[in-house]
C-alpha cells in the first residue's frame, strides 16, 4: 500500500485550467470519502491516506481558503458569498459547491483516485458526486466515517492551529509546534482559522447535524461505509482506518 508520490493539488485548489504535473501509474487508484463532524481530524486522516495510497487528497475547505487569499478583485461574486458563509460557519450553497466540482472533474476522474474531504456534505451533493463517478464507469472504493464524542471535538477544534503555507495541522494541547506559532514541517505560520472561533463551530456542528449525518444512511444503504472510531492519537486512527480498509477489500476480493 506505501507510495511516495509527491502531491500536486494545484489543478484542485485553483480549479481549471491548471494542469497536474502528477503522472499516475493508474493501478489500483483508491477513491474514497471522508465523512464525520468537522473537528474529527478527517483533514489530518485524508492526509495520512493520500501520503500512503498515492491519491490526491481533495479538501473542498482547501479549495475555499485558497480562493480567500486571492486578492478581493480576482474573487467571483460566488466566490465572495461562499467566503461570507464559510466564516459563519455555515454551509456554502449546494449551487456554488457544484460548479466548483464540475470545474475540477478531472482530480475526480484522475488516475491515481482521490481522498475526498468535505465533499460531499449534504444528499444534493452526494448525488452529483455518484452521477459525475458514473457518468465516466467509475465507483468510490469506500466511505469512511469517523466518529467522536461531541465534548472532544470542540476541544480539538479550539485548540487547532493551521499552517499557512502547507496546511499542516497542530494543537495546543496535543500536538504543540516545536517553536511556538511555527510550523514544524515548512516553517510558515500557524493561524487559527476564522471558522474554528466558538461561534461558527457551533453553527458547523448543527449544519453537520442537519445536512451531514443523513448522508451516513445513504452509503450504508450503497454498502459504501465503514466507520472508524476517532478517539486517540492519529497514528492510532491511521493504523485502524487502513486496517478496516485493507480487510473491506480482501473481503471484496474473496465475495467476488
Ligand atoms: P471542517 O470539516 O473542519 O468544517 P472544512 O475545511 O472541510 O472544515 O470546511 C470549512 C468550511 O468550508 C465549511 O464550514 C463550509 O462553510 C465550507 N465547505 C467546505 N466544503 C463544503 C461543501 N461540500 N458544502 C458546503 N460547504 C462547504
Redesign the pocket.
Known sequence: METDLNQDRTAWLLGSPAGCAVAHDGNSPWRLVML????VG??TQAQFLARRLGACHL???????AAKERVAQEQTSAIAM?LE??R???????L??SNIIRERIGCLVCRGGFIL??????IS?AKLLEQLLHGKELSLSAVVNFELPQEEILAR?SGRRTCERCRAIFHLVSKLPRAEGVCDDCGGRLYQ?E??RLE?IK??LD??EH?TTPLIAFYRSLDLLVTISATGAPDEIHARTTYALRSRMQSQLYSS
Open positions: 464525520g463532524a468537522p473537528g478527517k483533514g479538501s473542498t475547505g482547501d479549495v475555499f481558503r461562499a458563509s464559510m459563519r460557519g455555515a454551509l456554502v450553497s449546494d456554488i459547491v474531504d468535505g465533499f460531499p456534505r449534504t451533493q477544534l482559522r471558522d474554528d461558527s453553527v458547523r449544519a453537520c445536512s
